[in-house]
């Protein structure tokens, strides 16, 4: 290759989660893999994501912090990124839209931090996806909630009643930035979510990854087995400790990337 050939036009996916999303990552990219059979399969992955991860504030979940998905390095590497990217197939995804609630955050603001990252997305991929929050929550149970806020943020004192208000109130706000932002609100039916509501079940993670990302389904699929990615993000605190990760963190034999922040 000359000095004035660039490398071909490679895909595209950006992710932004907590805790479904970094179930289901693998998964995404294994269906993605798959559904594209023999042709290039080379894709940038970018993902801000993690275990109780806010839109907005560093979170904690046991001994690690992460910085809110609004504050992380994933934009400015996006700004960065020189790779020519094919944008046919660019995909945008903004999930798991909640946490905040737990920690005290107000709708209006949730819902700025999200427009900001759609503001971001939307001029860098053809397809956007936002999922609504998923109609289990707002069949919870006192017991229920009342155990999942000790999960998520045991200092959180919501109750009920305002828990589900504010679940009502994010949950049509998103259905308006998805409107306006020209992107596909995704709904999973409510029997995917498991006991607590919020987490897709492992049975429905490929179907769940299929419809997120509008692909085929592929027959030669290997067999499923979710986990967290071993990979550190960009920036984290382990036991009060700033740690910085280069990225891209995963290079595959494809060319293909994955960048976590």
Known sequence: MTNTERPPARTRVVALGASNLTRLLPVMMRVRF????????ACEWFAAMGLGRSYGVRSRFLFRQLPGIDDCGLWSAL?????????????????????????GVEVEQILAWVERALQQLRPLVRRLVITGVPASVFE?????????????????????????????ALHDGLRV?????????????????????????R?????????????????????????????????????GREQRTPQPAVRMPDGTTLSLY
């Open 34 to 41: 798959a559904a594209f059979g023999q042709a290039p399969t």
């Open 140 to 168: 919870l149970g006192a017991a229920r909630f009342w155990l999942m806020r000790r999960i998520i943020v045991p200092s959180c004192k919501l109750d009920l009643a305002e828990g589900k208000r504010r679940a009502h």
């Open 203 to 239: 049975r429905h993670w490929r179907t769940f990854s299929e419809q997120v990302l509008d692909l085929p389904r592929a027959a030669d699929l290997p067999r499923l087995r979710g986990r967290t990615l071993p990979v550190a993000p960009d920036l984290r605190w382990m036991f």
């Open 177 to 201: 930035l998805a409107e306006r932002y020209d992107a596909q609100f995704y709904l999973a039916p409510r029997d995917w979510y498991g006991w607590d509501a919020i987490h897709v079940k």
């Open 79 to 103: 700004a960065a990124a020189e790779t020519p990217v094919d944008v046919e197939n660019t995909t945008g995804v903004v999930t798991d839209v909640g946490n905040d609630i737990f920690y």
